[in-house]
């Protein structure tokens, strides 16, 4: 659902670009209470997963594909506050290497494919995780559901965008039916890898899962007769620690191998809004790529000759980008809310 420069006008874009950057700006400040030991260092991670993944497109129906957009997949790991901004870092290493997503259309894509999902999806899985048994298979299910929603519902907001401000003369209820249709099933997809994402983390370290975080019962003692709750945990012990180097490394490692190899398999189809905007005309003003010239635009490695070996290395170069980047903003946060929860020393004269 990357939108192209010259689908919608300079106005709404430019509006649409102050809701982004407000966002990314409340996010930020937001991020700050998300963003601990645990969930800094996988941040950077999740970025590069999200990227890794929306190079894998899977066909949805005939002439058509779709891929992850990642917004539930990250609220959920992550939190909401830092999962726009794991988002809107994908968008960006998108939309300046690989010419994926138009830069005058960049506040547009982060609002539809960062906020709207972000913020729809988790607000369905902590709706959800509040009626279900608090089971890890609860979470897995209440991240499928909330994912199913959170695709159609960015759909419409792309939508509505459209309505205010696109640069053809197109029946809105076509492209809203047509729009909401393929995204459901793309929906199917984008809920299917992030249940069995979230699934995968929950077995190995479910601690790591902002989403499934204070979903334990308490472990209760009877002293005297009455039930009280068992005192919290200390500091994580240095195995558990271990297992989360080991975690971000797997992660990792799997990220490579999906943009550096599987990618190369994923399918060529248009996705949903390239094959609705040629279906209903609404791509008959879209305007050339301000970075078409970019080394690695279409994720490719200009002058490799080799389609797959010219893919494989745009892949790994992209996922090495977005962790290294998003990595460094998360670390800042972080390092900013240490610096806000700090103790102010003093001197007495």
């Not at 950077?44 to 190079?55: D, H």
């Not at 547009?108 to 999806?121: D, K, Q």
């Not at 012990?237 to 490692?253: E, Q, T």
Request: hydrophobic share 55%.
């Amino acid at each position: 659902m990357h939108v192209p420069d010259g689908f919608i006008d300079a106005p709404t874009s430019a509006a649409a670009g102050a809701v982004a950057a407000a966002a990314v700006a409340v996010s930020l400040r937001g991020a700050r209470r998300e963003l601990d030991e645990r969930t800094a260092p996988l941040a950077g991670l999740v970025a590069a997963f999200i990227f890794a993944v929306q190079m894998l497109n899977f066909p949805v129906a005939a002439g058509t594909s779709g891929h992850l957009l990642g917004g539930a997949l990250a609220a959920i790991l992550v939190g909401p506050y830092t999962g726009v901004l794991c988002v809107s870092v994908v968008l960006l290493m998108q939309g300046i290497l690989f010419a994926d997503g138009g830069l005058t259309a960049l506040g547009v894509n982060i609002t539809v494919m960062g906020c709207v999902t972000t913020v729809v999806a988790y607000a369905v899985f902590r709706g959800l995780v509040k009626v279900l048994p608090r089971t890890r298979r609860s979470v897995t299910a209440a991240s499928f559901v909330a994912a199913v929603l959170s695709v159609p519902a960015a759909a419409l907001a792309f939508t509505l965008i459209y309505w205010i401000g696109g640069t053809t003369d197109v029946a809105i209820g076509k492209v809203a039916t047509a729009m909401v249709g393929v995204h459901v099933l793309i929906g199917i997809g984008e809920a299917a890898i992030t249940a069995l994402t979230v699934g995968a983390v929950i077995a190995v370290r479910p601690d790591l899962v902002y989403g499934a975080r204070g979903l334990q019962q308490k472990l209760k003692l009877r002293v005297n007769g009455e039930l009280v709750d068992v005192p919290a945990a200390g500091p994580a012990p240095v195995a558990a620690r271990s297992s989360h180097r080991r975690v971000w490394l797997a992660g990792l490692a799997t990220s490579l191998a999906l943009a550096g190899v599987v990618s190369f398999y994923a399918s060529a189809d248009p996705d949903g809004l390239e094959k609705v905007a040629a279906d209903k005309g609404i791509d008959a003003k879209a305007e050339d790529h301000a970075a078409a010239d970019s080394p690695l635009a279409d994720y490719g490695v200009k002058d490799v000759d080799n389609a797959r070996l010219s893919g494989g290395l745009a892949g790994v170069i992209g996922v090495g980008v977005t962790v290294v980047a998003g990595s460094g903003i998360f670390w800042a946060v972080r390092r900013r809310r240490t610096q806000d929860v700090s103790p102010v020393s003093t001197t007495v004269a």
